[in-house]
């Protein structure tokens, strides 16, 4: 019997993996994937350093192609540019597949067992308790393993959460919440200095473009949208024949695919009865940016705490695994939270009130990345900008940004006031209410 499973080899499964194992765990990791082809995956390969801090681990040279200051940001006209930047902030263009195995490494070198080719099919379930995982390996052999904590971290597929759906666990994702990506690797003649990223509610619906360098002569460039708003593939050529960074520009094409990003606040409880989600599988993902390497590492390391603890203590139900809930939700979730709300807002508009919110100068760069990084927005409203919008007949836009703030800070403090485990049930409805009064009030519907 192990004392951790873990279905994925992922960032966060990988991180979960060698915490547990350096905290003296059995533990056994397993990835459908062949182990040479572990952090594979389609992404945009950005990755704030601030996150690499928190967890105190340097890269080796090999697993990023460059560091950048900051990242610009393109109103739909193109006639705003945000340069977000800030002193001691940089942000990796990782080699993906590098940075990928370099995890694994570290979990393998901490003393984990790794099966590759070995797919979680289901769960084991006996008397109310998660007991283990059922798997099938190479040439479909299947094999049930038992571990005293089983975990999910197989990514936005979910595979073994949403076996517990029936329990009330995994919770479904909403269109608006789900960007579908289309991304390419292609080689350039030049390579733009910074990565950028485009806004466009019609070519980028309720998503937007990227194009991230990956040192010279390579570009990382895809899109996401909301599910159901358009296909990003067709889009992705657009904007490869109108964005000069692209247009002729192109000699090569390295990799092509797409994914799902989860994008949305965290999932209410990421913990069961001998189980937990962590990553995309517990949607671990910023939701304005649509990044979640970072975060689904943090939870990777908290999930190692929290089982290492409760094992200690010899038990391992839903209430026992209760502060896994409660540490990523003071670490990172209330941010999600705060920055969901701002995601309603933001696939509420269309490209006229972006172009002329961007131009008015009511978010500053600096703010929007005070933002992203804390989870509170500053405005800057000025006697002139009311006027402006008053001009352009849109007088309710300026009451509904500040409607926003004020949501993004109520929503926040559910998040860092989340409750003890007798309380869940409360909460949960209210999160939930609040939620609806959140599309509501400021989403496309308002
Ligand atoms: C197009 C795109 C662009 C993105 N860009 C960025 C970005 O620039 N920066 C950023 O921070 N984030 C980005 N993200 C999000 C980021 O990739 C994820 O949030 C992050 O990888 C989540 O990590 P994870 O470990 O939960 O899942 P994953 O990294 O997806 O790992 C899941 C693992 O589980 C394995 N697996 C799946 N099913 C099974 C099964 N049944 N049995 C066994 N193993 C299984 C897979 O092989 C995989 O190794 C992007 C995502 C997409 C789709």
Known sequence: MYDVCIAGAGVAGAT??????????????????????????????????????????TLPSETYFSIYPGIEIYSPDMHTCLSVV????SAYALNRLEFGQFLLKLALDAGCEFKPETQARGLIVEQGCVKGVRLVGKNGVKQDV?????????????????????????????????????????????????????????EAPGGYFWVFPEGEGRVNAGLGVAKGSANPKLLFRKWVDKLPCLKD????????????????????????????????????????????????????FLAAKVVAEALERGCVDEESL???????????GFKQASLDVFRVFLQGLNNELINYGLAQGLIKSGDL???????????????????????????????????????????????????????FDEWRIKVRGFHKRVHEEVGRAS
């Open 16 to 57: 979960l993996a060698r915490e547990a194992a350096r905290k003296g765990l059995k533990v056994l990791l397993v990835d459908k994937s062949r182990q040479e082809k572990v952090g594979d995956k389609v992404c945009g390969d950005a990755l704030g350093s601030h996150h690499l801090e928190r967890l105190r681990l």
């Open 146 to 202: 038992y571990a005293k904590v089983t975990v999910d971290a197989t990514g936005a597929s979910r595979v073994l959460s949403r076996e517990l759906q029936k329990v009330g666990f995994d919770q479904e994702l909403d269109d608006d919440e789900t960007l579908v990506c289309y991304r390419e690797i292609l080689e350039t003649r030049t390579t733009p200095p910074l990565p950028a990223i485009y806004l466009d509610m019609d």
């Open 322 to 332: 209760w502060g896994f809930n409660t540490e990523y939700m003071r670490s990172y």
């Open 86 to 89: 800030a002193e001691g902030l």
């Open 249 to 300: 520009n192109i000699v090569g094409v390295v990799h092509r695919g797409g994914g799902i990003v989860p994008a949305r606040r965290p999932i209410d409880s990421a913990v069961w009865n001998g189980f937990i989600a962590v990553g995309d599988a517990a949607f671990m993902v910023n939701p304005l940016h649509g990044g979640g390497i970072g975060s689904s590492m943090t939870g990777g």
């Open 369 to 423: 990345l005070e933002a992203s990084m804390g989870g509170s927005l500053r405005l800057n409203i000025t006697e002139k900008a009311s006027r402006f919008f008053a001009g352009i007949g849109k007088p309710g836009f300026l009451m509904k940004l500040n409607r926003t703030v004020k949501l993004m800070e109520d929503f926040r403090q559910f998040y860092v006031d989340y409750p003890p485990h007798r309380w």
